[in-house]
């Protein structure tokens, strides 16, 4: 382990402030819409704050956090969500993410500003996972801690 691995004090800010890192990046996706931010933007944040923590404790205790497996399910799924509100466009006659085109309440203007949010959730998730899965690609593997043995 690393120096900055082994720090209490470093250790301890990282566990406290991640999860309001992801908060903030809940916000930024969630308010892209109507002001700066977004789905990129927000799913580089949270994958950033997954990223630290992982930089700080170990790839090994960032993979339980999110492993594999549930990286390429949130992949899948953020484009599933972004595919499926476009294709929704589309069979109610609008072109792809023509929004007013879907007819699920009176007011056109508030179908595009919940079918937006659904957008930017799923571009949130497809780049957090995409980030993530970069990451552990390009880390390299742990070595084990000298004495242990199998």
């Known amino acids: 382990m ?3 691995q082994e720090s209490v ?3 301890t800010v990282v566990r406290i402030t991640v999860p309001f890192i992801q908060l903030f990046a809940l916000y ?3 308010h892209g819409a109507s002001g700066p931010g977004g789905g990129f933007q927000g799913g580089v944040i949270f994958g950033a704050a997954i990223i630290l923590y992982a930089m700080i404790f170990g790839i090994a205790e960032g ?3 999110m492993s594999d497996a549930l990286d390429k399910i949130l992949a899948s799924t953020g484009l599933v969500i972004y595919a499926a509100t476009g294709l929704a466009c589309i069979i ?3 072109m792809f993410l023509q929004y007013s085109a879907v007819p699920l309440l009176p007011d056109p203007a508030e179908v595009s500003k919940y079918l937006i949010d659904l957008v930017e959730i799923g571009i949130g998730i497809t780049v957090l996972a ?6 552990f690609d390009i880390s390299p593997p742990e070595s084990e801690p000298e004495g242990a043995e199998e």
């Open 2 to 4: 690393s120096r900055i």
């Open 28 to 30: 930024v996706i969630m």
């Open 9 to 11: 004090i470093i250790r």
């Open 130 to 135: 995409v980030m993530i899965s970069l990451f």
């Open 92 to 94: 109610f006659g609008g």
């Open 63 to 65: 993979k339980k956090k």
